[in-house]
């Protein structure tokens, strides 16, 4: 567990630096909203905690624009696809889950540049 976690926080650390430049959302931004779900997306528990829905809340506001919404699936789906864990139901269910439309799938399986 705790090697999964360390694993986590690398590949997450790594992505923070992947967005394009000149875009105002950031991967590390994105990763820091989404942190709290790990535990959720990777089917350690059943319901996504409150900081992990405060969390989508934060990246729905922060993802006001069409490249920022793009900018924030690019990131979420590098991290998705870096994360061999995570559910991919689990990532597809958590905006209902916290009852938040982002308006950004959470998958690694999205073609970003479809996102309006």
Request: charged share 15%; aromatic share 4%.
């Amino acid at each position: 567990m705790k090697g999964v976690v360390i694993s986590m926080l690398v590949v997450l650390a790594m992505v923070q630096f992947m967005a394009k430049p000149g875009e105002a959302i950031t991967c590390g931004e994105v990763n820091s909203y989404l942190f709290s779900c790990l535990p959720y997306l990777s089917g350690q528990v059943t319901t996504p905690p409150g900081s992990c829905c405060a969390g989508v809340s934060k990246l729905k506001d922060s993802a006001a624009t069409t490249a920022d919404r793009q900018a924030a699936c690019n990131c979420v789906k590098a991290a998705a696809a870096a994360l061999p864990n995570i559910k991919d139901d689990a990532a597809s269910s958590l905006p209902a889950k916290c009852n938040v439309q982002i308006g950004i799938p959470i998958s690694r399986n999205v073609n970003c540049n479809n996102i309006n």
